[in-house]
């Protein structure tokens, strides 16, 4: 190392990026969006090649690369195929604060899973293969946190 | 040596300044379906994609991950490249690449920008040096403006002469259904236009855009297999240029001089000026199509002014350049340069429409971007 290193005071550059950003959410994702805002409806898009469905809908079949124009509305229950309790606090940006539960729900008639919170449960007694239904938040604005969270069905 | 490639589809999105009816993904499965259909074949014969933008764009880092559906790529071997605003030649290259290795018969090469969803040059601005050169000197039109002002200096070139080449592209753009801005625009609406930092005015800056591109790269014995006029790729030159803005040579384009120089080596061309039936060139601003004619070798250095007044470079000039309108006329900036290429080969394959150049049988395009890189790529119609 060359010796003038040594009486070299070393500094850092503090800075911060703060772009803003609007995200076209796309004619597909709208559509699911709209139907959940207006209506509390889940919807999904079925190939018309593998007869695939798709929740949340996607812009084309993954396995056929077919455009996916049927759409389906489904009955909003489900089923847990799996999930963690999260007992530490998400970054700034993440809208539970812990403990809560996430998981996969594999909604009736779909043939993708789904992620979101699961609650109005204890976390303890949440199961693989629990059957669950979607809560509709009351004031909606067309995102996927209009779906509240999955309960267990009683 | 690799092998010889061909491209054997094009296919681009309608460009617009805010595309709200797509998402990103929606942008690339429009162009995607788009090639597909333009070279008459299905996902399934396509082997390998390569997909590029600039991340900080749209604040999305995963693009190979986040698009598998508009792009295709479920089970198959995806590669991300981004290279600033080279970024459409760089997925063109590494296309290109792909193919002629002979590890992939077909590869699906796709570049796009979604601009209206960030601040454009603030997310530009990132790519100088932070601890050196972004706080006094960045963003993109200060640096262009800088160039050309020395090149007027030093050369005698003009405003005129750059608002002549905005004129010549935003009247070219009228032909082009694809493109974003169309406006029918004379030399002294640029020359009017709001000043944005001497002497770059309104009218010769590139838009931001949202779009993508898709280009299908095969090799030889694909190529001629499935497509009756591949536009072959005779060479692909990349070249980049030192780390701080302060050390460019500012009165000609050292890496177009030198990716130009290498490209006419290996595609055999002496006289490039006679040789080209049309270039799509990464422009900008319209000065950079003053003061980078030099550096393709049209003309001694300073020469370019005199080639533009003579409209050299006009539709029913010697060479036309950029008959799509060029980038001051459409600028998603991870397609823009793959765009150059995807209209280069419709222009061999003579799928032009209202702006094909007669019977063309080479064809140059060009990528810029960062601190001043060239890609760049040679077509043909006949095998290299
Ligand atoms: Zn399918």
Redesign the pocket.
């Known amino acids: 190392m060359p010796s003038w290193k040594d009486d070299v005071e070393v500094l850092v550059d503090e800075g911060k990026i703060s772009v803003p950003y609007s995200w076209t959410v796309g004619s597909t994702l709208s559509r699911f969006y709209c139907e959940l805002r207006d209506n509390g409806k889940i919807w999904g898009n079925r190939?018309?090649?593998?007869?695939?469905v798709f929740v949340p809908p996607k812009i084309k079949?993954?396995?056929?690369?077919?455009d996916l124009r049927d759409w389906v509305m489904l009955p909003g229950t489900g089923t847990v195929e799996t999930y963690t309790v999260v007992r530490y606090q998400e970054p700034v940006l993440h809208p539970r604060k812990a403990p809560f539960v996430y998981g996969v729900i594999k909604l009736d008639g779909a043939d993708t899973g789904m992620v979101h919170f699961i609650g109005g449960v204890d976390p303890e007694e949440v199961k693989v293969g629990m059957r669950v239904e979607a809560v509709i938040e009351g004031e909606r604005e067309g995102n996927i946190l209009d779906i509240k969270h999955f309960r267990p069905i009683k | 040596m690799g092998k010889r490639v061909g491209i054997i589809g094009v296919g681009q999105t309608h460009h617009a300044a805010k595309r709200l009816d797509a998402s990103g993904v929606e942008l690339i499965a429009e162009a995607v379906t788009r090639a597909l259909d333009d070279a008459q074949l299905t996902m399934a014969d396509i082997d390998a994609i390569v997909v590029g933008n600039m991340d900080h764009f749209e604040n999305i880092n995963y693009v190979d991950g986040w698009a598998v559906d508009g792009l295709g790529a479920c089970m198959k071997p995806v590669f991300k490249v981004t290279t600033g605003g080279t970024t459409g030649t760089t997925v063109g290259a590494c296309g290109y690449y792909h193919a002629a290795s002979g590890l992939f018969d077909v590869v699906l090469a796709v570049g796009w920008e979604k601009n209206s969803e960030s601040d454009t040059q603030a997310a530009i601005a990132t790519c100088a040096n932070p601890t050196l050169e972004r706080d006094p000197f960045a963003g993109a039109i200060g640096p262009l403006a800088t160039e050309y002002s020395m090149y007027m200096k030093a050369f005698g070139a003009t405003e005129e002469d750059s608002a002549r080449v905005a004129a010549r592209d935003r009247n070219n753009a009228l032909n082009n259904p694809y493109a974003h801005s169309r406006q029918a625009v004379t030399v002294e609406d640029v020359l009017n236009s709001p000043m944005l930092s001497y002497p770059v005015k309104f009218l010769d800056m590139c838009p931001r855009s949202d779009g993508a591109c898709a280009v299908i790269f095969a090799n030889e014995e694909k190529a001629k297999k499935l497509c009756p006029k591949p536009a072959w790729v005779h060479c692909s030159v990349v070249r980049h240029d030192y780390t701080h803005f302060g050390d460019l040579e500012w009165k000609f384009m050292p890496t177009l001089e030198r990716a130009s120089a290498e490209a006419y080596r290996l595609a055999g061309i002496t006289n490039p000026l006679k040789e080209f039936d049309v270039a799509e060139l990464y422009l900008p601003c319209s000065t950079c199509g003053v003061k980078w004619m030099d550096s393709l070798w049209f003309c001694e250095h300073g020469g370019a002014p005199k080639l533009i007044r003579k409209g050299t470079f006009d539709m029913d000039g010697q060479l036309p350049i950029n008959p799509s309108g060029g980038v001051i006329s459409c600028n998603p900036i991870g397609a823009t340069a793959l765009i150059r290429v995807g209209e280069a080969a419709w222009q061999i394959m003579g799928k032009a429409g209202d702006r094909q150049v007669p019977n063309v049988k080479k064809a140059l395009c060009t990528g810029f971007g960062g601190c001043s890189w060239t890609g760049l790529m040679i077509l043909g119609a006949d095998l290299p």
Do not use: L, V
């Open positions: 190939c018309p090649s593998c007869g695939k079949c993954i396995d056929c690369y077919e």
